[in-house]
Nanobody
């Protein structure tokens, strides 16, 4: 079992930046692919970004491409989401997700992940 805890959310003005972090604990001796998803009020959870265990595969949703950057530090069992040029439409609860690494599986569907954090609120004011 792996436990995921997100941090770094908050309130920011449009055009500002935030950096989310997701720390993994528990069975971290295994290798995990990780991702970020978000869910706005009244909307379905959507993919934001994902990174494989090795970092060799990185995917970013078109809606955030060029503004958000995913990264990870395996020594710290932590992944990050750097969010720049934030827009009001980025307002959502952001969730961290993880699964045992599997090169042959996709990274962009929520159903691919086995472990989820509790979420952190990001609010962007106009």
């Amino acid at each position: 079992q792996v436990q995921l805890v997100e941090s770094g959310g908050g309130l920011v003005q449009a055009g500002g930046s935030l950096r989310l972090a997701c720390a993994a604990s528990g069975r971290t001796s295994s290798s995990y692919d990780m991702g970020w998803f978000r869910q706005a009020p009244g909307k379905e959870r959507e993919f934001v970004a994902a990174i494989s265990w090795s970092g060799g595969r990185i995917y970013t949703a078109d809606s955030v491409k060029g503004r958000f950057t995913i990264s990870r530090d395996n020594a710290k069992n932590t992944e990050y989401l750097q969010m720049d040029s934030l827009k009001p439409e980025d307002t959502a609860v952001y969730y961290c997700a993880a699964r045992l690494t599997a090169w042959y599986r996709g990274l962009q569907q929520s159903g691919e992940y086995d472990y989820w954090g509790q979420g952190t609120q990001v609010t962007v004011s106009s």
